[in-house]
């Protein structure tokens, strides 16, 4: 992968924008159904922990910005943190939106040092995505701790994931394979997505309800559907292990 300022880019951003922006469309819409029954109704929340700088090398809109843009489309109420641990990277992204939306908590450090302050001490649950893009390897020990947060139950998991170099890293350091780091996040169901790529990135939603309509028009399968299985041993097996169950 390519890095523009320090910020990994690749042919594959497009599509990963045009997916996020699309899944943040049906889930807020979604979502923003749900919190009508409520009497307390709870807000939207987006937890963004590598949000880059805002935009992409040709200016194209990150996540942080499609989050907001999606986010004023359905005119919901919602809180936002964007993190990276770039200061550069945060600097850019203040003078992108500023600094005056009482909303949005733009914040610079380590994901481990600064995730954990917004766990939920109010026993109040939270409705929306936490949202991991990394260049390398996603934190499955942070996510993992964060699934099993008191509130944090109903939190949908978006994860794009670099399938290829979690095997790269197992080979190498005899570290875990991809579906034993799903497991330890406490999740109910999990949603697979063709992979793009020689890379194998592929996003996937960790969730306790599968209401997701359209996905399959773009590539998302149910993990335990055939296709989703299919999909998931490509990213979860090498290519002799792909051999041997065949």
Request: with cysteine; charged share 30%; hydrophobic share 35%.
């Amino acid at each position: 992968m390519a890095t523009f300022d320090g910020m990994g880019y690749s042919t594959e951003t497009e599509v990963k924008q045009a997916h996020l922006r699309m899944l943040l469309d049906m889930h807020l819409r979604v979502c923003k159904t749900v919190i009508e029954k409520f009497k307390a109704k709870p807000y939207y929340c987006f937890y963004d922990i590598n949000c880059g700088c805002g935009r992409d090398k040709d200016g194209n809109p990150g996540s942080p910005l499609i989050f907001l843009e999606v986010a004023e489309k359905h005119d919901c109420d919602y809180r936002a943190l964007f993190l990276d641990k770039k200061k550069i990277f945060i600097d850019s992204l203040i003078k992108e939106i500023g600094s005056d939306n009482l909303n949005v908590h733009i914040r610079h450090g380590e994901q481990e040092s600064i995730l954990p302050k917004y766990f939920p001490r109010d026993g109040k649950y939270r409705i929306g995505f936490l949202y991991t893009d990394p260049n390398g390897i996603a934190n499955f020990d942070l996510l993992s701790a964060a699934s099993r947060q008191r509130g944090f139950d109903k939190l949908d998991i978006l994860i794009n994931c670099n399938a290829a170099a979690i095997k790269r890293y197992k080979g190498a350091f005899g570290g875990r394979k991809l579906i034993e780091h799903l497991r330890e996040i406490n999740k109910k169901y999990w949603v697979v997505r063709e992979p793009v790529g020689c890379w194998q990135w592929s996003m996937l939603i960790g969730t306790q309800w599968m209401d997701f309509p359209k996905l399959r028009e773009c590539g998302f399968y149910d993990i335990s559907s055939k296709r989703g299985m299919e999909i998931f041993d490509r990213l979860n097996l090498t290519h002799e292990e792909l051999k041997c169950k065949q």
